[in-house]
């Protein structure tokens, strides 16, 4: 509910001043007037509950990036940014795209994610286990893009499964039919080690049809050169990385009361190999100095997204209609160097006839997703609003892995290859009703109460052939489940410029059929969570300051957990864990122009049950968890002459260690701690800007995410890490009317 507005509004957007340092003057109230430059925000209005409303008047812990912020930053991924989110871990698989998201300690443990990713009111991404959602999240390059809305919690009533930790949002641009716009950059950028520069272009338009009518097309591309030299096979700068994109949009207003929205995405991400290096087990160091590895095979990344989406919305007087449907395809196609797993299995195949030698391991993923969302949504300000919704999504997966057999000069070895090849087709099927209320109990206490009841049903089929799994077999596999999800908070306004909040919370990822196996479990549950939050939201200081702060408990149970042994992995229940925590937002302009922010979080996320097949014991802290991440930004802005404007900002982002599995298994490791200090700087006019750009700024070596390897005896053979990108330098000149 809208009951109120604090002056000073976006908490998240205001305390993520680095995400651009730059901030610039705020734009004109409608009547034309400026806000105080004292003033840190105006009231920014949000849609992440399906609604629109104040961030501040919102009972959870949201923080929200604009996208022009994070075009002015140079980002090109999740990675750039996220660690100025409170309670935010990225993990890489050395390149956009292959991005796990983990958000208050709820870390992607098994193959499906524990958080959703959306564009709009549609979600994007498998829900089943064989779409390896958890390790191919949406990584969307900042192009189109309004603003990125990250909700941390359970959101499991209102977008339904995965969301339990939270949801990364992406809002798009609509079309204006208001006058013609069109903007175009050019970009040129160096990074650290790289022998060549980098360089991007983007453009929009935007192109009013009628009154009630507009059309905007965009498109982007960039190029980033590598980093990572090979020493054994002597190629330097190996990850070199393409990406582009576009997006066509229609907005058409045929009635007062009713709009439609339709647009299409694509996005391409082509990496020639990874932004990994291979680091000596025993000292974790890389081997041959920094930024170099050791893969025998290239190892190419290629993601291919398209999208497809309409929405309509109608004032049927009493409520809003809306109807947003949605169809995707997401083909994921990664190839690893498995010479040290699977390569110096050939003599045992073959009696001995062939030596070692080298394999490669392929994964091509291929997912095929439709969406339906029907809501109703109550109209007008009084004391009760509600909303009624049906869901339904239909998707149909491929998931195709395959292990070569090659000889060392990387010819296919007759009789043995390939080594293996199996084929793990699925599809989810699930629909869903959902709804929430709120009633002001006074003018300053409102309830809310929220619930959705979903049910699921899955095919699957195990198809293998080759050596290393026995020949050829075909195993299918079904299952169904019906999940409830609730929601309950109370909001209580201490004064207008203070709300005090409490949430209950729940959400689920769904289980699935399993992998046939001996001693394996056919079917694996759906784990749930419980989330307790309590919170503060208020700005005070005449409007110069905004505070938020949360404390949150999370139970987690029946854990679904990846295990793996001799090369093969299947998933099984586990008991129970624990996270808990405090997040804080802040932001203070204590002179016009100037504003400081800091964002913090304490997260203690630990197992509370033994895990014995991960050789885990209670008390042990959840892989990729760091306790504890800060940031401190600030940015200045100021005035020139003949119209010109400038800013410049910076910020620190620090993120604790982190653990690489549980202490008491073999591959246990622990990545350091990181920080990392980007820069920005802009000179506008309205029309024309020059922006300049850091990021990471000391060239830090910082290893996002490492699995120590081992070959298929269980002997370490090295740890492979993903690395930051390093210091990257950029300008960037652009053009608007």
Aim: overall charge negative; aromatic content about 10%.
């Amino acid at each position: 509910m809208i009951r109120h507005s604090l002056r000073a509004g976006l908490l998240g957007t205001a305390a993520m001043a680095l995400c651009a340092p730059a901030l610039a003057f705020e734009d004109a109230a409608e009547d034309g007037t400026q806000p105080a430059a004292s003033q840190v925000r105006d009231v920014i209005y949000v849609t992440a509950q399906k609604r629109e409303e104040a961030i501040t008047d919102i009972p959870a812990s949201i923080s929200v990036v604009s996208g022009e912020r994070l075009q002015n930053m140079g980002v090109g991924s999740l990675a750039d940014y996220a660690a100025y989110v409170p309670g935010v871990n990225v993990g890489s698989g050395g390149s956009p795209g292959q991005t796990s998201i983990t958000l208050r300690g709820i870390a992607p443990v098994g193959p499906g994610a524990t958080v959703s990713t959306h564009i709009d009111d549609t979600p994007l991404g498998g829900s089943s286990n064989y779409s390896r959602a958890s390790v191919f999240a949406l990584d969307l390059f900042p192009n189109d893009i309004e603003r990125v809305e990250i909700l941390r919690g359970p959101q499991g009533t209102l977008y339904g499964a995965s969301a339990m930790g939270g949801l990364l949002r992406y809002v798009t641009r609509t079309p204006d039919p208001s006058g013609f716009s069109a903007q175009m950059a050019g970009e040129m950028f160096s990074v650290a080690d790289a022998s060549s520069l980098g360089y991007g272009a983007r453009g929009r338009v935007n192109v009013p049809l009628a009154d009630n009518a507009a059309f905007s097309a965009s498109l982007f591309t960039r190029e980033t050169p590598g980093y990572v030299d090979n020493t054994l096979t002597g190629r330097s700068d190996q990850n070199e990385l393409t990406q582009t994109g576009g997006r066509l949009a229609l907005f058409f207003e045929p009635a007062s009361n009713f709009t439609i929205n339709l647009s299409a995405m694509f996005q391409n991400i082509d990496s020639a190999d990874n932004a990994q290096v291979y680091l000596d087990p025993a000292t974790l160091q890389t081997f041959d100095g920094p930024r170099t590895t050791r893969n025998q095979l290239a190892e190419p990344f290629e993601k291919r997204e398209r999208y497809y989406a309409a929405r309509l919305n109608w004032d049927v007087g009493f409520a809003d209609f809306t109807s947003t449907t949605s169809l995707s395809n997401i083909v994921n196609n990664q190839t690893q160097d498995a010479s040290t797993i699977y390569g110096v299995l050939f003599p045992m195949f073959t009696g001995g006839a062939v030596p070692p030698g080298l394999s490669e391991f392929n994964i091509i993923l291929d997912l095929e997703k439709f969406t339906q969302e029907f809501r109703l949504t109550s109209a007008g300000d009084g004391p009760w609003q509600w909303m009624a919704g049906l869901f339904y999504t239909q998707e149909d997966s491929v998931n195709q892995q395959i292990a070569t057999a090659l000889d060392m000069s990387g010819s296919s070895i007759p009789g043995l290859d390939p080594l293996a090849i199996v084929g793990l087709p699925s599809s989810y099927e699930e629909i869903a009703v959902f709804g929430n209320m709120s009633f002001d109990v006074t003018d300053r206490l409102t309830l809310g109460l929220g619930g959705r009841l979903a049910r699921n049903e899955q095919d699957f089929a195990q198809i293998s052939d080759g050596p290393l799994v026995g020949g050829f077999q075909e195993v299918p596999g079904d299952s169904s489940e019906t999940v409830f999800t609730y929601m309950a908070s109370a909001t209580f306004d201490v004064t207008d410029q203070t709300m005090l909040y409490g949430r209950i919370a729940s959400g689920y990822r769904p289980g699935g059929p399993n992998v046939a196996l001996p001693g394996v479990p056919p079917q694996v549950d759906a784990d749930r969570l419980v989330n307790y939050e309590v919170g503060i939201k208020s700005d005070f200081w005449d409007g110069r300051a905004l505070i938020e702060a949360t404390a949150f408990w999370i139970e987690w149970e029946d854990i679904q957990l990846a295990t793996a042994a001799g090369g093969l992995s299947w998933l099984t229940n586990g008991d129970t864990a624990r996270s808990r925590g405090i997040e804080f937002q802040g932001v203070v302009a204590p002179v016009d122009g100037l504003r400081l922010g800091l964002n913090a979080a304490f997260v203690d996320s630990v197992l509370t049950a033994d895990a014995p097949d991960l050789s885990a014991v209670s008390g042990d802290r959840l892989p990729g968890v760091p306790r504890y991440n800060y940031s401190l930004t600030a940015d200045y802005g100021w005035g020139l002459e003949n119209g010109w404007d400038a800013s410049v900002g910076g910020g620190i982002r620090w993120i604790g260690d982190r653990n690489v599995s549980y202490p008491g298994a073999a591959n246990f490791m622990k990545l350091d701690s990181y920080h990392s200090v980007d820069l920005n700087a802009e000179i506008t006019n309205g029309s024309w800007a020059l922006r300049g750009y850091v990021r990471n700024l000391t060239d830090e070596d910082v290893y996002l995410s490492g699995t120590r390897m081992t070959d298929a005896f269980g002997a370490p053979t090295f740890v492979m890490s993903s690395l930051l990108q390093p210091r990257t330098v950029g300008l960037v000149l652009s053009v608007s009317r």
